[in-house]
Nanobody, 122 residues
Framework: VQLQASGGGLVQAGGSLRLSCAASGRTLSSYVMGWFRQAPGKEREFVAAINWSGGGTYYADSVKGRFTISRDNVKNTVYLQMKSLKPEDTAVYYC????????????????WGHGTQVTVSS
């Protein structure tokens, strides 16, 4: 499956953004989908994931209560709604696909899209 993330940009602290990840090549409903991020000089970290139907989600503690992952399998798209953004949320955000639900390890996600830059100013 090919993935393309979009929706990043520059936003002030406290603001919101919605990222999208469009899939092509295979139906999205075959995959668990996740979002990861990588800030300059830091390792890639898990953000959120959603199961095949969208009925199950889990989040990194750092974004819990502020970010919401969702999916539309008809549109073959996964979303990450981000609210109450903080400067420490600044990173390149990547979407990824996996056959395994429950993991926050990037090694369990086999397909990755190009990232989208999110910059939060203070």
């Amino acid at each position: 499956v090919q993935l393309q993330a979009s929706g990043g940009g520059l936003v002030q602290a406290g603001g919101s953004l919605r990222l999208s990840c469009a899939a092509s090549g295979r139906t999205l409903s075959s995959y668990v989908m996740g979002w990861f991020r990588q800030a300059p000089g830091k390792e890639r970290e898990f953000v959120a994931a959603i199961n095949w139907s969208g009925g199950g989600t889990y989040y990194a503690d750092s974004v819990k209560g502020r970010f919401t992952i969702s999916r539309d399998n008809v549109k073959n798209t996964v979303y990450l709604q981000m609210k109450s953004l903080k400067p420490e949320d600044t990173a390149v955000y990547y979407c990824a696909a996996s056959g395994r639900y429950g993991s926050s390890s990037g090694a369990d996600f086999g397909s990755w899209g190009h990232g989208t830059q999110v910059t939060v100013s203070s």
